[in-house]
């Protein structure tokens, strides 16, 4: 990005060179030397979202008489560059550095004001702290901007994603309603229950996981701006805070609001440890789908295969013809991944000692990736598996026949005990649950045949199991 050339900056601490094509100054630079960790800035969805606090800021600083009209416009006019992404190459700091986040800001402090200078053809306009930082601190303006981008990405992205793939699952649940199976539990035969019902199970598991992203936008609603340094407000103007909140609200479409309490608005990060909470529910949903499917969809011939996943790709280097269920492989690694990112999350929360958080980047990074990847994965298993899977009606039926679970069915004719008996003999036999109880006359034909039809024990009724268990 940068040309050889360099340029003189400078801050507080003295004089530092800058790449010449940089927007960023001299406080930036010293992040950029400082903190050669990851190689990772942090992600393009918060630094555009700190643009648009910038841009509210701005807006309500003038309209409160503490910024003139011009620097407001220039603020303004440079910090949506910042929002819609045109200056994602200027935020170069690592996401691992200071814990407040105060690089960064001052990342976005230096890229606005030197841009507005450019917007204005004239050097030193506006100021990165006086002017663009004017009534904020990183200590509340980090907090702001986590809760901001956080509950437009799970809005923007997650949410979308999980409902492509609820709409996925229940159009599977009406194509496989009239297929009959065994049912499992304890990884054992049980009664059985229709494709259909199964697949009800799996769209409901994410409408409760989109529930939960609703839960979580909201428990991102109380924003920390207006506290400046320890939750004080020293420096700001007492309508600052709520006049930001409701234009971000008006900007994003998301009911924000001061923080009841500034101290632990900043002090405090239990808001998104309860979202990691949420989030770690949603993965936990997903592996749970994901794993059955690759499950049911086993063999060809030496597994289950009760379903037929998509062929996307080869599936060996050295056994032609093999199809593997990739696309479940790839969201249950995602699961793992974000589940372990929220758990980092989990930990963040704790070292909140005294009045500020010092783990901001780190929770912007985990949290921002746990939703960018729930997203995709969720968007690409809907897509590329279960939009394209095919029910084998005759393996589910072989499958059903064979299994000794039908017995169930019986215990309102002959009881338990009775039930047991015959199912122990079958399986030691090798004959059919029909072929013992006829053969121990305990039930008609016309009878036993009635109470074994697998449709029927798919609905509550005499055919079902009476007393519920395992």
Same mark, same amino acid.
Request: glycine share 8%; aromatic share 4%; charged share 20%.
């Given at each position: +990005?940068h040309?050889?050339?360099?340029?003189?900056?400078?801050?507080? +601490?003295?004089?530092?060179?800058?790449?010449?094509?940089? =927007?960023w100054?001299?406080?930036?630079?010293?992040?950029? =030397?400082?903190?050669?960790?990851?190689?990772?800035?942090?992600?393009?969805?918060? %630094?555009?979202?700190?643009?648009?606090?910038?841009?509210?800021?701005?807006?309500?600083?003038?309209?409160?008489?503490?910024?003139?009209?011009?620097?407001?416009?220039? %603020?303004?006019?440079?910090?949506?560059?910042?929002?819609?992404?045109?200056?994602?190459?200027?935020?170069?700091?690592?996401?691992?550095?200071?814990?407040?986040?105060?690089?960064?800001?001052?990342?976005?402090?230096?890229?606005?004001?030197?841009?507005?200078a450019?917007?204005?053809?004239?050097?030193?306009?506006?100021?990165?702290?006086?002017?663009?930082?004017?009534?904020?601190?990183?200590?509340?303006?980090i907090?702001?901007?986590?809760?901001?981008?956080?509950?437009?990405?799970?809005?923007?992205?997650?949410?979308?994603?999980?409902?492509?793939?609820?709409?996925?699952?229940?159009?599977?649940?009406?194509?496989?309603?009239?297929?009959? &199976?065994?049912?499992?539990?304890h990884?054992?035969?049980?009664?059985?229950?229709?494709?259909?019902?199964?697949?009800?199970?799996?769209?409901?598991?994410?409408?409760?996981?989109?529930?939960?992203?609703?839960?979580?936008?909201a428990? =991102?609603?109380?924003?920390?701006?207006?506290?400046?340094?320890?939750?004080?407000?020293?420096?700001?103007?007492?309508?600052?805070?709520?006049?930001?909140?409701?234009?971000?609200?008006?900007?994003t479409?998301?009911?924000?609001?001061?923080?009841?309490?500034?101290?632990?608005?900043?002090?405090?990060?239990?808001?998104?440890?309860?979202?990691?909470?949420?989030?770690?529910?949603?993965?936990?949903?997903?592996?749970?789908?994901?794993?059955?499917?690759?499950?049911?969809?086993?063999?060809?011939?030496?597994?289950?295969?009760?379903?037929?996943?998509?062929?996307?790709?080869?599936?060996?280097?050295?056994?032609?013809?093999?199809?593997?269920?990739?696309?479940?492989?790839?969201?249950?690694?995602v699961?793992?991944?974000?589940?372990?990112?929220?758990?980092?999350?989990? +930990?963040?929360?704790?070292?909140?000692?005294?009045?500020?958080?010092?783990?901001?980047?780190?929770?912007?990074?985990?949290?921002?990736?746990?939703?960018?990847?729930?997203?995709?994965?969720?968007?690409?298993?809907?897509?590329?598996?279960?939009?394209?899977?095919?029910?084998?009606?005759?393996?589910?039926?072989?499958?059903?026949?064979?299994?000794?679970?039908?017995?169930?069915?019986?215990?309102?004719? %002959?009881?338990?005990?009775?039930?047991?008996?015959?199912? &122990?003999?079958?399986?030691?036999?090798?004959?059919?649950?029909?072929?013992?109880?006829?053969?121990?006359?305990? +039930?008609?034909?016309?009878?036993l045949?009635?109470?074994?039809?697998?449709?029927?024990?798919?609905?509550?009724?005499?055919?079902?199991?009476?007393?519920?268990?395992?």
């Amino acid at each position: +990005m940068h040309s050889k050339g360099m340029r003189t900056e400078k801050d507080s +601490m003295g004089e530092m060179s800058v790449p010449d094509d940089a =927007l960023w100054g001299a406080s930036t630079q010293r992040a950029v =030397l400082n903190f050669p960790i990851s190689g990772r800035p942090l992600p393009t969805a918060f %630094i555009r979202s700190l643009g648009l606090v910038k841009s509210v800021a701005a807006s309500v600083n003038s309209e409160l008489g503490r910024l003139p009209p011009v620097k407001a416009e220039l %603020i303004r006019r440079a910090a949506r560059e910042v929002a819609e992404g045109k200056l994602d190459d200027h935020f170069p700091v690592d996401v691992f550095q200071t814990g407040s986040g105060t690089s960064t800001n001052m990342n976005a402090n230096e890229v606005i004001a030197r841009r507005a200078a450019q917007l204005a053809q004239k050097t030193g306009v506006v100021h990165p702290n006086d002017d663009v930082n004017l009534g904020q601190s990183s200590n509340d303006i980090i907090p702001t901007v986590l809760h901001v981008s956080l509950a437009r990405a799970l809005r923007d992205d997650l949410q979308p994603a999980l409902q492509r793939l609820q709409t996925a699952l229940t159009q599977k649940q009406r194509a496989f309603d009239a297929v009959v &199976k065994i049912g499992r539990t304890h990884l054992m035969d049980a009664t059985p229950l229709t494709l259909g019902q199964e697949f009800s199970g799996y769209a409901a598991q994410i409408r409760k996981a989109s529930a939960r992203v609703d839960r979580a936008i909201a428990a =991102l609603g109380e924003l920390a701006i207006g506290g400046t340094a320890v939750g004080t407000g020293i420096n700001g103007h007492p309508e600052f805070a709520a006049r930001v909140c409701a234009a971000l609200s008006e900007e994003t479409g998301i009911p924000f609001r001061e923080a009841d309490n500034h101290f632990e608005a900043q002090a405090a990060r239990d808001d998104v440890v309860e979202v990691a909470g949420l989030l770690a529910a949603v993965a936990a949903s997903l592996t749970k789908i994901a794993n059955d499917v690759r499950l049911l969809g086993s063999g060809p011939r030496a597994g289950l295969g009760e379903l037929k996943l998509p062929a996307i790709q080869p599936g060996s280097s050295i056994m032609p013809g093999k199809v593997n269920p990739v696309m479940s492989e790839m969201l249950v690694q995602v699961c793992l991944y974000v589940q372990g990112l929220t758990q980092t999350v989990v +930990m963040c929360g704790r070292d909140g000692h005294f009045e500020l958080n010092v783990t901001l980047p780190l929770l912007a990074h985990c949290l921002h990736e746990s939703v960018t990847c729930l997203a995709n994965g969720s968007r690409v298993f809907a897509e590329k598996c279960v939009e394209g899977l095919e029910v084998d009606e005759a393996r589910c039926r072989e499958l059903m026949e064979h299994s000794l679970m039908l017995v169930t069915a019986l215990n309102p004719h %002959i009881g338990y005990d009775a039930a047991a008996t015959v199912a &122990k003999e079958a399986l030691a036999s090798g004959k059919s649950l029909r072929e013992v109880v006829l053969a121990k006359k305990l +039930m008609t034909a016309e009878a036993l045949d009635k109470a074994l039809e697998p449709r029927a024990m798919t609905k509550p009724g005499d055919s079902a199991l009476s007393g519920g268990g395992a």
